[in-house]
Structure formats: C-alpha cells, structure tokens
C-alpha cells in the first residue's frame, strides 16, 4: 500500500474537521445558554416590578378607605 499525497493530505485535515465541529457546538450551547439566563433575568425583573406595583396600588386602597371615627 503506498501512502499518497491525497491520504495524507485528508488524514491531516481531519482533526481540523473535528475541532471546527466542536467549537461550533460549544458557541450554540453557549449562546442558548446566555439566551436562557437573559429571558430569566427579564422574567423576574418583570415579576419584581409587578409585585412592586401591587404594593403600591394596595398601599393607596389602604389610605383612601375612610377612618372610623372614635366616640
């Protein structure tokens, strides 16, 4: 069996395949990733700020009821 240029040539471009495969796979898990953690950060900034004017809504309720008068 000889040992051509073009077997060479595609055993030496195969670990190239390998590497630019895995890379590409670590930047779609790491942009799914940072995709996940923002849409959870907006999800409870969005409850915080909801909690935040349910407080307030109930705060002004409290205050505009009208206080029994004491004998």
Do not use: F
Request: charged share 20%; net charge positive; aromatic share 6%.
């Amino acid at each position: 069996m000889t040992i051509t240029l073009r077997h060479l040539l595609s055993l030496s471009l195969l670990p190239l395949a390998g590497c630019a495969t895995t890379h590409h796979r670590e930047t779609d898990a790491e942009a799914r990733g940072y995709e996940r953690g923002y849409r959870q950060a907006v999800k409870e900034q969005y409850w915080i700020i909801q909690n935040q004017q349910r407080a307030a809504t109930s705060a002004q309720v409290v205050a505009t009821e009208p206080q029994p008068k004491r004998p």
